[in-house]
């Protein structure tokens, strides 16, 4: 078991980096989840969210795509009953 904050992986370990219907029990620790994800993700690859869950929705419409821009990455949102998913790219 590892901290999802602070992983043992190597950098750029990973082509993809999913989160699935979880981002509303670590919404306090968003920002620390992100960075990690960001470290062991490949530079082409991406962090996706996805979520069926209402808690979830705006920290994914709102708080999740914030953030990536701050970070200066791309965004995406996709929207198909009832998921929502959030992808976050470097640029």
Not at 4 to 16: G, I, N, R, V, Y
Not at 62 to 90: A, H, T
Request: charged fraction near 25%; avoid cysteine; glycine fraction near 6%.
């Amino acid at each position: 078991m590892m901290d999802a904050k602070k992983t043992s992986f190597p950098d750029e370990q990973f082509d993809t980096v999913v989160a699935y219907n979880a981002i509303g029990h670590f919404a306090d620790d968003l920002k620390e989840i992100l960075v990690e994800s960001l470290r062991v993700m490949k530079d082409t690859g991406r962090v996706i969210f996805i979520s069926t869950f209402k808690m979830d929705l705006p920290i994914i419409l709102s708080d999740l795509q914030d953030m990536g821009k701050g970070f200066g990455l791309s965004s995406e949102l996709i929207q198909q009953n009832p998921f929502l998913v959030g992808i976050i790219k470097k640029p």
